[in-house]
């Protein structure tokens, strides 16, 4: 059928009507609360839009020239998106911007912002605070700019401005903290603080009262950096997870595993020999404070199958006292050193409430001590749902780690603890049982 000129013309701009109304439609849902613009002074401002069938997501974000910064801001960022994508049916729009500034030419300071608005109008916000010390490249924590006698100071003031008791913020987190020209500042987040307060509290304490930035830098050059990584930003959340595992340490080559993992957001499980605890107590407490996990490897390891019963329980009671004492939590999971189980041994861990995890990849790096095949072995070898063994006691196994680490978060692997792995399989461990993989 032909098509007149009039005709021609009520059918273009009845497709420019739908054109228009499509495009209102979707600033509609995409701009309905639109957060305010962050200040971005440091970095290299990105933006990008998107779409996850009726989620529609806008965001802004800083690219810095420090990799460890712009992976904890890209994987909270992705942690962020995931989130809301799955919440309710995944309708709605979500902003993200930032704060990003450059504090006395030695600190970065970025505070990511997110707003979520469903599709009935409801907004829920959320927020994390990234900063860096510049001389040494190293992620801040709170602990690296109060010492113990400071964190009780400002404890103590946080209590007296906000109206909430100083003993709350001993189990809720103060990690919204960012350094600016003129303050130290801190936000209380009221999802943290619920019912106690109803809203976000900000909270400046300027330089000179309790410390100023000449005493901070002088105290991050006498220490290290005592940055966590939380669970929220942790390797950009992925959905294929492995557990690294590490046995028979702590020993001489520990802390700078645990600087490699703080470094890429990975978390891994230790299974430590009790007698070794003792001369590394602070290594041991370090590693649940990066969200990595601490098992027992028995107090000597002998191989349990040639033991008494009670010499087995008193390796792995003794093992799990020494964990306690160095982090304040005991160890029901367990490995057998040699990997060696038989039914008396279970039977008797059973009653005992001890379990055991093997492993699924073994590269033997103890045996080989060659960094290069242990990192061959395992990458040709990784798959979704796998615990790989390693032990941090030998140096060319750390070696091996370094690289391994960022190539399997590259692969797209998120590498979490042996209990995580567990759990996201829905395995509730029980004891004298043994498990090798998700």
């Not at 021609?8 to 979707?26: E, G, K, P, Q, T």
């Not at 390693?390 to 399997?408: C, G, N, T």
């Amino acid at each position: 059928m032909k098509t007149t000129g009039q005709n021609r013309l009520i059918y273009l701009l009845l497709v420019a009507l739908l054109v228009v109304n499509f495009s209102f439609v979707y600033a509609d849902s995409a701009a309905a609360q639109p957060l305010e613009q962050g200040s971005h002074n440091y970095g290299t401002a990105n933006r990008f839009e998107t779409g996850f069938d009726h989620l529609n997501v806008h965001i802004n974000y800083p690219q810095t020239d420090y990799d460890n910064l712009n992976v904890a801001i890209s994987g909270w960022i992705r942690s962020t998106i995931e989130q809301y994508k799955t919440a309710g049916n995944g309708a709605g729009a979500l902003f993200i911007d930032y704060d990003a500034n450059l504090v006395a030419e030695k600190y970065i300071s970025v505070k990511l912002f997110a707003r979520y608005q469903d599709e009935t109008g409801r907004v829920s916000d959320s927020q994390v605070n990234f900063n860096l010390y510049r001389d040494s490249s190293k992620m801040l924590s709170i602990n690296d700019l109060f010492n113990d006698d400071q964190l009780v100071d400002l404890k103590a003031r946080l209590a007296y401005a906000s109206g909430i008791e100083a003993r709350y913020f001993e189990t809720n987190s103060l990690d919204c903290w960012q350094l600016t020209d003129r303050a130290f500042e801190l936000d209380l987040l009221a999802d943290d603080y619920s019912p106690l307060i109803k809203e976000d509290f900000h909270f400046t304490l300027p330089y000179g009262n309790l410390f100023d930035l000449a005493a901070i830098t002088e105290r991050l050059n006498q220490h290290p950096s005592t940055w966590l990584a939380t669970s929220d930003i942790v390797n950009l959340k992925s959905d294929k997870k492995i557990a690294l595992t590490f046995d028979d340490g702590p020993g001489p080559y520990t802390e700078r595993l645990l600087d490699i993992l703080q470094k890429h957001g990975a978390r891994a499980t230790f299974f430590v020999v009790g007698k070794r605890v003792g001369g590394r107590q602070e290594t041991v407490a370090r590693m649940p404070k990066q969200y990595c996990e601490v098992a027992n490897h028995t107090w000597s390891h002998p191989a349990l199958t040639k033991i008494s019963n009670a010499r087995v329980e008193s390796e792995l009671k003794a093992t799990s006292d020494a964990i306690l004492a160095a982090t304040g939590s005991g160890a029901a999971m367990s490995r057998a050193p040699y990997g060696a189980l038989n039914g008396r041994v279970k039977a008797l861990t059973y009653q005992l409430g001890y379990y055991f995890i093997s492993w699924s990849i073994d590269p033997k790096d103890w045996l080989t001590k060659n960094a290069d095949k242990t990192y061959n072995h395992v990458i040709n070898r990784v798959s979704d749902g796998q615990i790989i063994l390693l032990h941090d006691i030998h140096k060319q196994s750390v070696d091996a780690a370094e690289r391994l680490i960022p190539k399997l978060i590259e692969q797209g692997y998120e590498l979490v603890t042996v209990s995580e792995l567990l759990g996201q399989g829905g395995v509730v461990p029980q004891g004298g049982k043994v498990y090798n993989k998700r």
